[in-house]
Nanobody
Framework: EVQLVESGGGLVQPGGSLRLSCAASGFTFSTYTMNWVRQAPGKEQEWLARIDNAGGGRSYADSVKDRFAISRDNAKNTLYLQMNNLKPEDTAVYYC????WGPGNKQYDFRGQGTQVTVSS
């Protein structure tokens, strides 16, 4: 069973930092590209960052580029998101997400239960 468990969210003041973690299990983590996405109340899900299976290729949404950094530790089956210079508009539930091969030779989208990030003074 694929499981993605996020942690590390919380309340932070504008300009502050947080580091999110995502513990993965139930699939071969080291062979999959991983993503971070977020969803604010009343808004569509927003893709934030992607990292390839080896960690060498990374890409970011313009809204977080130069402030957020995605990384991974394949030995620990863990994905990270370092978030710096946080802004009130970064307030959302943050999820790690992956598209995993499954039954019927199809790909299935998974995301965890999410971790709440609130940026407020």
């Amino acid at each position: 069973e694929v499981q993605l468990v996020e942690s590390g969210g919380g309340l932070v003041q504008p300009g502050g930092s947080l580091r999110l973690s995502c513990a993965a299990s139930g699939f071969t983590f080291s062979t999959y590209t991983m993503n971070w996405v977020r969803q604010a109340p009343g808004k569509e899900q927003e893709w934030l960052a992607r990292i390839d299976n080896a960690g060498g290729g990374r890409s970011y949404a313009d809204s977080v580029k130069d402030r957020f950094a995605i990384s991974r530790d394949n030995a620990k089956n863990t994905l990270y998101l370092q978030m710096n210079n946080l802004k009130p508009e970064d307030t959302a539930v943050y999820y790690c997400a992956a598209r995993i091969w499954g039954p019927g030779n199809k790909q299935y989208d998974f995301r965890g239960q999410g971790t709440q990030v609130t940026v407020s003074s």
